[in-house]
């Protein structure tokens, strides 16, 4: 009787702190690490926090594959800052994240193992240097438009990283649009190449905003959260309606027969995306999830020697001062 | 052995004459490391002219529990603030 009495009372205070915690969140204000929050905000957070990182970090391959390749120094520098940014950006993220109370270990645990996603994007190969204008272009512009609502988001460490984010993001737009505008200037062949790779970049992109909204399981309470402020489909209607005039600049045709200003809506209608393709790559079917995968879990475990090795260090240099001081 | 590295708070003066402000954190073996990764991971775009480190299992912070106790007291206490005194509209330098 008395443990059960215990345990609705219990109840009845994790209730009131819920109000609490929702109206707080309602008049906009910020929820930081120590105070009270569901654990389902917890978890969900860590999931959407964690992924973001992993994106970033994993994001780093397909242009870290160009570097060595730039056709100029002057991209070849733009590149690797480009590179680097995402490196910070993962690193703000994690740590971001790791307010929650997960470990930087487990998480990189969970992404080595799977149980972790990162964006499907990145599962596609960068085959020619044209590649590099269409992700900054496509993926970044597409990246952008997700990440500038996350600034407002509920939780206080997460906003601040994204702000940081957003602020560093926009050269990696540029960067992207001037490489296309180059192609799209040069030869044939280099107009060609640029088309390809819009071809092959297009629908990936649409599809990285996620699924739509009648099939996104998360979207009503990441809503509630502030987790999120506009859904899937409003925000990949966003990035078309912003794209298709760039493309038309560059004298490129967006590879969809279906796409189409409508007047009356004051929006671009678009064809059917093939998410058969979306989920498969999500499953780990993509065309080089395996080669990303181990190219991540090569780096963290050739690199355990010189993590130990500076820990030693670290630890002697302790033990050093400290034997100076009692002397 | 496995050991990871620690967790560091960085902090980061933007300009001479600011104080400096919590940036962020990051994880390194030690506190050279620590700034040095600070540099990279915070100050790329040239934000910062000085930077402070320090292991964050030092800081010790307040319970937001305790806020009630802690910083509701200040709030009925108006007569800490100017606007709290009546004055005569016309006087001047007050």
């Not at chain 1, 994240?97 to 998480?107: D, H």
Request: with cysteine; net charge negative; charged share 30%.
């Amino acid at each position: 009787m008395k443990n059960n009495e215990n345990m609705k009372e219990q109840e009845k205070q994790t209730k009131s702190l819920e109000e609490v915690f929702e109206a707080k969140i309602a008049r906009d204000e910020k929820i930081e690490p120590k105070d009270w929050m569901p654990e389902k905000y917890r978890k969900t957070h860590i999931r959407q926090i964690s992924q973001h990182a992993h994106s970033e970090i994993v994001g780093m391959l397909p242009e870290g594959n160009w570097i060595t390749r730039a056709p100029s120094l002057r991209r070849k520098v733009a590149l690797l800052a480009k590179v680097q940014d995402e490196a910070g950006h993962g690193l703000y993220l994690y740590s971001a994240c790791e307010t929650l109370g997960i470990s930087r270990e487990e998480m990189y645990e969970q992404l080595h193992s799977g149980k972790a996603k990162y964006s499907s994007i990145f599962n596609y190969p960068t085959l020619t240097w044209a590649d590099m204008g269409a992700i900054g272009w496509l993926v970044d512009g597409a990246a952008i438009i997700n990440q500038v609502p996350l600034c407002n988001t509920s939780f206080g460490p997460y906003a601040r990283a994204m702000v940081r984010v957003c602020k560093e993001e926009s050269f990696h737009q540029r960067q992207g649009y001037e490489i296309m505008m180059t192609l799209c200037n040069g030869t044939q062949e280099q107009k060609e190449m640029a088309q390809d790779a819009l071809n092959r970049w297009w629908w990936p992109s649409l599809m990285m905003l996620g699924p739509t909204d009648d099939e996104s399981t998360h979207t009503e309470q990441s809503m509630k959260w502030k987790l999120k402020r506009k859904t899937n489909d409003e925000l990949r209607q966003q990035f078309i309606d912003q794209t298709v005039p760039q493309a038309d600049i560059l004298g490129l045709t967006i590879p969809d027969a279906d796409l189409k200003y409508n007047n009356d809506t004051g929006h671009y209608d678009f064809g059917e995306i093939d998410w058969e393709e979306f989920w498969q790559v999500v499953k780990g079917h993509g065309m080089c999830n395996k080669e990303r995968i181990s190219a991540r879990k090569n780096a963290w475990e050739n690199g355990k020697w010189v993590r130990d090795a500076a820990v030693a260090y670290a630890e002697k240099q302790a033990e050093k001062q400290a034997v100076k001081k009692a002397v | 052995m496995n050991k990871d590295w620690p967790l560091w708070e960085v902090f980061v003066r933007s300009k001479n004459g600011l104080e400096h402000r919590h940036f962020g954190s990051l994880r390194a073996a030690d506190a050279e490391m620590a700034i040095n990764n600070a540099r990279d991971v915070y100050t790329r775009r040239s934000e910062g002219v000085s930077i402070w480190v320090v292991e964050s299992k030092n800081i010790t912070a307040s319970n937001p529990e305790h806020n009630g106790e802690l910083f509701e007291p200040a709030a009925d206490k108006a007569y800490r603030h100017p606007t709290f005194y009546d004055l005569p509209d016309d006087i001047e330098h007050m």
